[in-house]
């Protein structure tokens, strides 16, 4: 809810400006946006207004940033403040987090994000987040020793939990767990790579094989190295690090949203199993009493198994019915509270991942259609003569 006040007051001061850049960017000619060579013009001289609820939404670059701003989008910045709240709120430390802590360190991460902070800073704040939690949830109990004397000769050691000392301890931890764990990220993001190094050389050489055979690492890295030839590699690290960040919170969430929800379907369909296994129960009681009933030759005691058996058989009726009714009841709530949440969120912030993918599609077609090719006519001029590949399909083979 903050997010969004945040974005709307921030959409309602900067709209009207924004349309009037987009509606200037579409009567620009190409050589203005040639000398665009951070890509924040248009690349195919119309701009795409598509607006979703009045957002308008586009896969362009601000114009507004410079070639030193930390984003690109417009709405890269809100992109990664949803994904990192959205995992923090999805994936919690332990079953007895509380939820206003909960909700405190994903609004905390999702300010991080929003300022765009160093991935450093984010990460540290994210392990901090999972280590406060199962601190105060962990039974820590400092005992202190007290001697009673217990006759004028003997003496009576006995130990009691010291509360002042088990809370000093409990937050000692809590700010070593912090330390760490901005020690652990530096040393993951630091420039000699000390943990990605100490990794491979530890690693076995038949494990390396085997990964490099199932995952296209190399394939992989000669095609970074390709498009990397067409835009700025700075440009092109710290836009893939925007993707990875955003790729990494929301499919990870989705994947547990995913557990969850099988796990609560798996529950109702259990209670499915449980009538029929009682419904089997009371059928096999009911024959049991039918052979029963077929050895005793006095008439009374047929009458009163007679009896017996159709006052079991109402009451299993009752409670099948009873069980049934219930069943049924639980389907709105079901669907309500656990599908289409289930539901709603996997559209929702797929969507919100599929448009950050796109913006940085797009920017390496615009870069590739327009910045290469425009930039050198020997360019233009060899691929005119020797080839009759568009420029679409050069870009349309960065995907």
Known sequence: IILAYLYHQSSQQGSQQHILRLKNSTMSDSSDVVTNTTGSGSGSGSV???????????????????????????????????????????????EKEPLPLRLFFALALAILAYRKEPYEIILAMQLF????????????????????????????????????????????LIAASAVLSLLLTHLLFSDDRTILTLLITMTPTPIQTLVLYLFPVVEIGQAYDVMAQFVDPAILQQQFA?????????????????????????????????????????????TDDND??????????????????????????????VASHRFQRG???????????????????????????????HDIH??????????????LVAMANDSATSPEAYAQSMD
């Open 48 to 94: 795409d207004a598509n607006s979703l609820f009045g957002l308008l939404l586009t896969t362009h670059r601000d114009k507004d940033l410079g070639v030193d701003a930390s984003s690109f989008f417009q709405y890269e910045c809100m992109i990664a403040a949803i994904a990192v709240c959205f995992f923090r709120m999805t994936i919690r430390s332990s």
């Open 242 to 286: 925007h993707l990875l960040f955003v790729t990494f919170h929301i499919q990870v969430s989705m994947g547990f949203l995913g557990i969850d929800f099988l796990k609560r379907e798996q529950t109702r369909r259990n209670q499915l199993v449980r009538m029929d296994m009682t419904s089997d129960d009371d059928n096999d009681d009911n």
């Open 292 to 321: 029963n009933t077929n050895d005793n030759t006095d008439d009374n005691t047929n009458e009163n198994n007679d009896t017996t058996k159709q006052s079991k058989k109402a009451k299993t009726t009752q409670k099948m019915a």
């Open 366 to 379: 615009r870069a590739v259609r327009l910045n290469q090719l425009f930039d050198h006519d020997s360019h």
């Open 129 to 172: 987040s999972y280590a406060v939690p199962f601190l105060l949830v962990t039974n820590i109990v400092v005992r202190r020793t007290v001697i009673l004397p217990s006759s004028p000769a003997t003496t009576t050691t006995t130990t009691t939990p010291n509360l002042v000392s088990t809370n000093v301890v409990r937050l000692l």
């Open 331 to 361: 389907a709105p709530a079901f669907i309500l509270l656990t599908a289409a949440p289930y539901m709603f969120q996997i559209i929702v912030f797929g969507n919100v991942n599929y448009f950050a993918y796109t913006c940085l599609e």
